[in-house]
């Protein structure tokens, strides 16, 4: 199995690439869902829903929407990969917020709306395939990346480049800098999913590394990956 962001380039080059691609995602991310309940995989796009998708607001070339705005969605909470499965049956994902720019936009929305926390793409590569990736250790550092576009992030511990000051929250349950895995000295449950807080820690709104189980409404975006391959199996579709 490739690494899972190196081979991001081809997934662009033909229907049937993308076709391959999506299985190879489905069973990475198949076997990474296996730790909480078995058998999961992620969903593949509905035509009809991409054509029809929620377009709440439009940056950058993309389209997001959160799901408490979208009657059908709205007072639903989702555990990370379904949420993740809500927005791809739309050609969307998760968000993922790369820029400041993006993130400050997340973050007002989150603001404006009192929402007090959501899902992001952001996940630990802890699952299988990891493993060999010296790169990414120590993991709470640089073992982070956007599950979206598979896309490495900044090491936890810098402020990205680019950005003014560090997304990751300061403090926490543990009273130390996210991420701190700190469910694992619970329950042993790693704190692999990234949401947004809406200063449950009196911080602010901030990145926090929470285990993935949790039930949280989420922000869908675009994606590019999924919208390119409805188009190209379903000619004529307007997206
Ligand atoms: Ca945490």
């Not at 076709?19 to 990475?28: G, M, P, Q």
């Not at 639903?76 to 993740?84: A, Q, T």
């Not at 899902?119 to 599950?147: A, V």
Request: proline share 6%.
């Amino acid at each position: 199995m490739p690494p899972l962001w190196k081979n991001a380039n081809s997934l662009t080059a033909t229907a049937m690439m993308q076709t391959w691609a999506l299985v190879v995602c489905a069973a990475a991310l198949a076997a990474l869902a296996g730790a909480q309940k078995p058998g999961r995989f992620l969903s593949l796009p509905q035509p009809q829903k991409c054509a029809n998708r929620p377009k709440e607001f439009f940056y950058r070339g993309h389209n997001y929407f959160f799901t408490g705005h979208v009657p059908a969605l709205a007072n639903k909470k989702f555990d990370w990969l379904d949420g993740r499965n809500i927005c791809r049956e739309y050609c969307m994902d998760l968000v993922s917020m790369e820029t400041q720019e993006e993130n400050n936009l997340i973050f007002k929305l989150i603001q404006t709306n009192d929402i007090p926390y959501i899902w992001t793409s952001g996940r630990l590569c802890d699952f299988k395939g990891c493993e060999s990736r010296k790169d990414l250790e120590p993991k709470n550092i640089f073992g982070w990346f956007w599950s979206a576009n598979r896309e490495k992030m900044s090491p936890t511990n810098q402020i990205p480049n680019g950005w003014g000051y560090n997304p990751w929250s300061q403090t926490g349950h543990k009273k130390q800098r996210q991420p701190d895995n700190a469910e694992f000295d619970i329950n042993g449950t790693t704190e692999s999913c990234l949401s947004i807080l809406n200063n449950v820690y009196n911080d602010g709104i901030a990145w926090h590394d929470v285990a993935c189980y949790h039930e949280k409404p989420v922000v869908c975006e675009d994606s590019e990956e999924l919208l390119n391959y409805v188009a190209s199996t379903n000619p004529g579709l307007r997206l």
